[in-house]
């Protein structure tokens, strides 16, 4: 009932930008965050960043200053812009969601998109 669509992954060179971008769609009634995780192989997943209801936002200490998300005007779209790409900043991207639905508040997660940052 609830449907995370990630896009923009790739294979990018050390010191280039990518834009990834995640719609959410269901009938989810409230949403109080979207953000972006990320899974590096055989490492747990991190919080990458994440955007409130009231537009505030939470960085990694490692992407502070090189990575932005923000989100379109109704909500469900959140974007997450990287610049300065780092081989360590390689690992699958995974859209997140934090909303209520029938009364429960709930996490919802996307598939995943690879970003690989290698030269």
């Known amino acids: 009932q609830v449907q995370l669509v990630e896009s923009g992954g790739g294979l990018v060179q050390p010191g280039g930008s990518l834009g990834l971008s995640c719609v959410a769609s269901?009938?989810?009634?409230?949403?109080?965050?979207m953000g972006w995780y990320r899974q590096a192989p055989g490492k747990q997943r991190e919080l990458v960043a994440t955007?409130?209801?009231?537009?505030?936002?939470t960085y990694a200490d490692s992407v502070k200053g090189r990575f932005t998300i923000s989100r379109d005007n109704a909500g469900t779209t959140v974007y997450l812009q990287m610049n300065s790409l780092k081989p360590e900043d390689t690992a699958v991207y995974y859209c997140?969601?934090?909303?209520?639905?029938?009364?429960?508040?709930?996490?919802?997660w996307g598939q995943g998109t690879q970003v690989t940052v290698s030269s």
């Open positions: 955007i409130g209801s009231g537009i505030s936002t």
């Open positions: 997140n969601l934090d909303a209520w639905l029938r009364g429960r508040r709930n996490d919802y």
């Open positions: 269901g009938s989810f009634s409230i949403i109080n965050a």
